[in-house]
């Protein structure tokens, strides 16, 4: 059994938070992984600035980072992994939605997809749709199309 935990920093905690905890979790089941434990930070572009700074040297926002751990853990007798954190700014999200004219949900679902198969060990060189990655998040946006919708109100 899969766990994610969701939250907040230099913004309200959403109020669909649990929503999007619940599409993690079926996206971790699309990609036949168990006993994962993850963790993601909402946040706005003062945040993900800094961070991007801090780790990543480019003092600018973007819209996910994604922090590799790696680790495995005991609790309560069973072993979980630690794949690491996802950082997603909403500022950069609702931007990029906008420049890209798509609504809000798909970009923050096509995020968390994003962010999950970068800690499960895949990258892309360039935004070519063709590279396996983004070729792979899109089916798997695809298949759950259907599931939990991401609103502000």
């Known amino acids: 059994m899969n766990r994610v935990a969701v939250n907040a920093e ?12 619940e599409y993690a979790l079926k996206v971790l089941d699309e990609i036949n992984r168990d006993k994962w434990e993850l963790s993601f930070l909402l946040c706005g572009d003062k945040t993900i600035t800094s961070l991007n700074s801090r780790y990543r040297g480019k003092a600018e926002a973007t819209d996910i980072l994604s922090f590799s751990l790696g680790e495995k853990v005991r609790d309560d007798n069973e072993e979980y992994y630690l794949p690491g954190d996802i ?7 609702r931007e990029n939605a906008k420049y890209y004219q798509e609504n809000e949900d798909e970009e923050l679902r096509r995020l968390i997809i994003h962010g999950i198969l ?28 259907e599931e939990i919708i991401f609103t502000e109100n």
């Open 87 to 93: 950082v997603i700014s909403l500022d950069t999200l």
């Open 118 to 145: 970068h800690l499960d060990g895949m990258d892309h060189e360039t935004t070519d749709s063709n590279e396996p990655m983004l070729a792979l998040q899109e089916d798997i946006l695809n298949r759950l199309k």
């Open 10 to 21: 230099e913004i309200p905690l959403p109020h669909w938070s649990g929503a999007m905890a």
